[in-house]
Every structure is written in structure tokens, then in C-alpha cells.
């Protein structure tokens, strides 16, 4: 094999800038959105990272089959533009998961109670009950009708039950028999 030749620097080196857009983060990861400032988030997190746990369903912000958390508080994500979430951190369902991908508590909880007919607003459901969870790590029945999430199977008791078991799991107390 033949040396290759020295190397040379060039004179100068211009340094570029950083490049420029929106920078947030995604279930803990950095991302740059560079694109359309008024692009939903709801399209972003679709059709650019590929996280499509999150619905579309409405598109006007009334079912919440698109709910996502931004630093911890829900939101519609067809309604939220990326030109608002820049040094903001977005939840997806996907980031309710475990580090290594199982269930998390309140997934499984969903799971346990069957708490999925058709599982469409469930992803929905489930950020919305996270956030209640976090706001009231015991919810009472009244904490519980303040979730807005919509449902077009009726499944609202299963969902009951299952945020009550993700309750009382955290709260490390026994299975409720009933």
C-alpha cells in the first residue's frame, strides 16, 4: 500500500454557525426542527420522528386523541405550531414507557384492566391520566371527571379502574379485588 500524501491545512477555516431552527426535546432526546415554524407538532411527531402513538383525530383540539405533554402539562398536539416549543421538552406515549421499552405502571395498569376497545384515544388517555397522576397521586372520583379525553367506545370505567390500579401501584399498595 502506497503513503499517502501529507496533510495540509487550509489557511483559514470558517466556522459555521449552529445550524438554525427549533430546538426541543423528545421523550428526553434533543431534536431540531429546521422546517415550517407553523407545522403542528402532531405532523412532526408522525411523519419526521416517526412516534405514532400520537392521533390525529379531530384536529381541532376537542377530543385529545392527541394529547402530548409539554413540560409536564397537557396539550393538543394538531394545535400546538413547533414555532412554540423551542427549549421545550414534549412526552409522547412512547415516552411513558420504560427505559428498556416494557410497559410502565400506568401502561400497564391499561393492560391489566383491559382498558383498550378500539385504542384509538387511548394513547390520548393515557397522557391525560399521566398528567392526573401527577397532579394527584391518589385521585379522587371528582379528580377523575375532570379528565377531558374523549371516548367513542365508552370505555370510561375501564379507564377509571385502570388509573385507580396505576394509583395505588405507585403508591406500592395491594392489588383492590374488586
Do not use: F
Not at 376537542?62 to 414555532?83: F, K, N, R, W, Y
Not at 385521585?139 to 375501564?158: K, V
Amino acid at each position: 500500500m502506497a503513503p499517502l500524501p501529507p496533510q495540509v491545512p487550509p489557511a483559514h477555516i470558517t466556522p459555521q454557525p449552529k445550524r438554525s431552527g427549533i430546538h426541543l426535546q423528545v421523550n428526553g432526546k434533543p431534536y431540531l426542527h429546521a422546517g415550517d415554524p407553523d407545522m403542528p407538532l402532531l405532523w412532526w411527531l408522525r411523519d419526521y420522528l416517526q412516534l405514532t402513538g400520537t392521533k390525529y383525530a379531530c384536529g381541532i383540539g376537542a377530543c385529545g386523541a392527541c394529547s402530548v405533554l409539554i413540560d409536564g402539562e397537557p396539550a393538543h398536539a394538531c394545535l400546538t405550531p413547533m414555532q412554540t416549543l423551542a427549549g421545550r421538552k414534549v412526552t409522547t406515549v412512547e415516552g411513558l414507557a420504560l427505559a428498556d421499552g416494557s410497559p410502565g405502571v400506568l401502561q400497564q395498569a391499561w393492560i391489566d384492566e383491559d382498558a383498550i376497545l378500539c385504542g384509538y384515544c387511548q394513547t390520548g388517555q393515557l397522557i391525560a391520566a399521566h398528567a392526573l397522576l401527577q397532579r394527584h397521586p391518589q385521585p379522587s372520583e371528582a379528580e377523575l371527571d375532570t379528565l377531558p379525553n374523549l371516548c367513542r367506545c365508552g370505555s370510561y370505567p375501564r379507564i377509571r379502574k385502570a388509573i385507580l390500579r396505576a394509583a395505588r401501584a405507585r403508591a406500592g399498595k395491594p392489588e383492590n379485588p374488586a
